[in-house]
C-alpha cells in the first residue's frame, strides 16, 4: 500500500526540451542535502512541529476518546472554520467519510447567508454538534459562524444544554476564543504550538471531524509515519519521494518557465484533497520576500482540475495554451466500487468495446491517455499513485505533500509558515467592520474607495 510518486513524464526523455534531464536533477542533489539537512535540524531544535505530528500518537488516542463520547443523539458534526482549519477535515471526510452507518460531518466554510443559513435551517440543533476551528481564535469569518450557533442553540436548547453541542479546536493559551472556552467551559481541543492551519490536518483540527466520521486515524498517522520513515531510509535526497517532487517541481517552475502548477486527481474522493493541497502550496510558496528580506515575489499557482470532468473542459489549454504549466496527476490503482460496464451493442463498435470493462479502467485509461497527450506536446506531468484510497494511503499523501511543500519553501529560500498577505487582508476587513484598534486600517479602506473614478464604473 505504498504511495508512489513516477517523476517520469517530466523528464526531457519523456516531454523533450521543456522537461528535466536525469543530470539536472541530479545536479539538485547537493541542494537537497542541504534541505533534507536543514529540515532534520529543525526537528531535532523542535521547530518544525508539523513533521512531528504523525509520531504524537497519545494526541491521537485523545481524539479518539473525545470523539467516542460525541453522544448517539448526534446525526451530524457541523465544521465551522476557514482556511487551513477547514480544508483538511474536507479532505479527510470526502476520501474516507460518508459510508454507510458513519456520521455525517459537514464542513462549513462558508459566510454567504444563502449558504450558511441554508445549511442552518436544514439541521436540527438537538442532532448536531458544532465544532468551532480557529488556531488564532479571532478569524472574523469563523467567530461570526460561531456567534450566529451559539446564539440559535441558546435559545432552542437553553442555557445549559447549548454547551453540549459545541466543541472548539484552538490555541491552548492565545485567542479571544480560548478566553471564551475558558469563561464558558466548552469542551475544547488544542491545536499543538507551531503549527498553522495549513499543516494542521493531523492535529485534532482535522482528526476529531475524521474520528466522528468514523475515519480510523491512527492508520492515518501510520501512513504519514511510513513516508517518514521511507524518507530516513532513503540513501540519497533523490530516493526520498517527497524531496525527489520538491526537486523536480522546483527546477520546473525557476529554470524551465512552469509557472503553474495543476493538481489533477482522477479520482473524485481526491478532489478535496486537490483543494487542500491549492491552499498549502499557494499560501506556502507565495512570498514577495525571501528569509534575507529580499523582494523575490516567490510562487507556483496551484490549479485544481478533476479528471475525467476536466479532460472535456482545461485539458485543451493545457494540450495547447500557453506552456507555463506542470500537471501533478493522483492516479488510483483499485477504485474499489467496482462498476462493471454490461456487454451491450456488440455490433455498434463505438460502444461496443466498453463492454467487459469497469469504470475504474476506463478512468484510468483516461489518466494515462492525458499524460501521454500532454507528453506528445511537449507538456511536462508527474504522478502520485496510490493502490487505493484508504486511510493509511491518504495519511502517506497528505504528509508527503506538506514535506514536499516546505521542501520547495526551503530550495527557493523563503519561509512557508507565514501569510502576511493573507494577514493585511483580514486587518483591513476588521477595520471596515468597526473592530476597536484597526481605525487606521478603515481610514485607509475608504480612501482607497473614495479614489474610485464613477467613470470607470460601467
Ligand atoms: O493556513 C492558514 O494559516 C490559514 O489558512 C488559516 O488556517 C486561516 O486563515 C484560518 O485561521 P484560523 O485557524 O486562525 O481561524
Known sequence: MTVRVDLNGLLAAAVGGSGLAAEELAGLEPELARVRDELAARRA??????????????????VLDDAAGVGADIDVLVVLGIGGSALGARALVSALGERPGSRRVIVADSIDPDDFGAL???????????????????????????????????????????????????DAEKGVLRQIVNDEGFRDLVVPDGVGGRFSVLTPVGLFPAAVAGIDVEELLAGAVYVDERARAAAAPLADPALALAGALFLLATRHAKPILVLMPYCTRLAATADWFCQLWAESLGKARDLAGRTVEWGQTPVRALGAADQHSQLQLYVEGPPDKV???????????????PTTYQDLEGVGYLGGHSLGELLNAEQRATELTLAKRGRPSATLVLPAVNAFTLGQLLYLLETATV?????????P????????????????????GFEANRAEMEAWLARKDARFIL
Open 45 to 62: 531544535a523542535g521547530t518544525l512541529a508539523f513533521a512531528e505530528l504523525p509520531h504524537r500518537f497519545d494526541d491521537a488516542r485523545r
Open 120 to 170: 442552518l435551517g436544514q439541521l436540527d440543533a438537538r442532532r448536531t454538534l458544532f465544532n468551532v476551528i480557529s488556531k488564532s481564535g479571532e478569524t472574523a469569518e469563523t467567530m461570526a459562524q460561531f456567534l450566529v450557533v451559539r446564539d440559535r442553540l441558546l435559545h432552542e436548547l437553553g442555557a445549559v444544554d447549548y454547551k453540549h453541542h459545541l466543541v472548539v479546536t484552538t
Open 327 to 341: 500537471v501533478l496527476f493522483a492516479r488510483v490503482e483499485d477504485h474499489g466500487a467496482a462498476v462493471d460496464l
Open 407 to 415: 521542501a520547495v519553501g526551503a530550495l527557493a529560500g523563503i519561509d
Open 417 to 436: 509558515f507565514g501569510q502576511p498577505g493573507v494577514e493585511e487582508g483580514k486587518r483591513l476587513a476588521y477595520g471596515l467592520m468597526g473592530r476597536p
